[in-house]
Structures are given as structure tokens and as C-alpha cells.
Nanobody, 114 residues
Framework: QVQVVESGGALVQAGGSLELSCTVSGSVSINVMAWYREAPGEQRDFVASKGGGRIHYSDSVRGRFTIARNINEHTVYLEMKDLKPEDTAVYYC??????????WGQGTQVTVSS
């Protein structure tokens, strides 16, 4: 059974920094790992991804967030700097296997106070 577990969410002040982490366990070979976020009343939006030799960021976080990945440990990190109140959301980890299966974590809450 594949499990995706995020950690690192917290309450921070605007301008602060935070690092999220996500680990995938189970018998699976992961191709792409990514982060999405969902603000209250909003749809789940793409934040950043790394896989297949490519890194992508949404326009809203480019230059402030950095995604990193430890392939051997099936772990992905999201370093977030210069946080803004509009970054407040539940952050979800996404993992896509080479077989096309998609796995989601339960989410971790990030709250940025002004």
C-alpha cells in the first residue's frame, strides 16, 4: 500500500519562511512529485513540481519557493520564503508513478498572518 505523508505546516508571520516535506512509502516507482495548495473556498492549484528532469513553478510562487527532491528516499521538499498571507492554504503532496497512478497526501496547513 502506498502512503503519502506531508509535514511541516505551521503558522508564520508574513515575510517568514517555512519548509514542507513529503515522503512516499510503499512499493512504487515515482516519476514526478509535486505540491499543490487549496485555499478556503478555492480550487486546488498547482504550486511546483519536479520530475523527468524538469522543474516547474506557478507564477505566484516563482522566485520565493524552491522544490527539492531526494529520489532515493522518495521525498520532496518545498522551501518557502517571503511568505505572504495569500499563501495561506492546505498544501498537498502529489506523487505520480511511472505506471501513471497518482497518489495524494492528506495535506498540511500553512497559515501566514499579516
Amino acid at each position: 500500500q502506498v502512503q503519502v505523508v506531508e509535514s511541516g505546516g505551521a503558522l508564520v508571520q508574513a515575510g517568514g519562511s517555512l519548509e514542507l516535506s513529503c515522503t512516499v512509502s510503499g512499493s512504487v516507482s515515482i516519476n514526478v512529485m509535486a505540491w499543490y495548495r487549496e485555499a478556503p473556498g478555492e480550487q486546488r492549484d498547482f504550486v511546483a513540481s519536479k520530475g523527468g528532469g524538469r522543474i516547474h513553478y506557478s507564477d505566484s510562487v516563482r522566485g520565493r519557493f524552491t522544490i527539492a527532491r531526494n529520489i532515493n528516499e522518495h521525498t520532496v521538499y518545498l522551501e518557502m520564503k517571503d511568505l505572504k498571507p495569500e499563501d495561506t492554504a492546505v498544501y498537498y503532496c502529489y506523487a505520480e508513478g511511472f505506471d501513471g497512478h497518482v497518489y495524494w497526501g492528506q495535506g498540511t496547513q500553512v497559515t501566514v498572518s499579516s
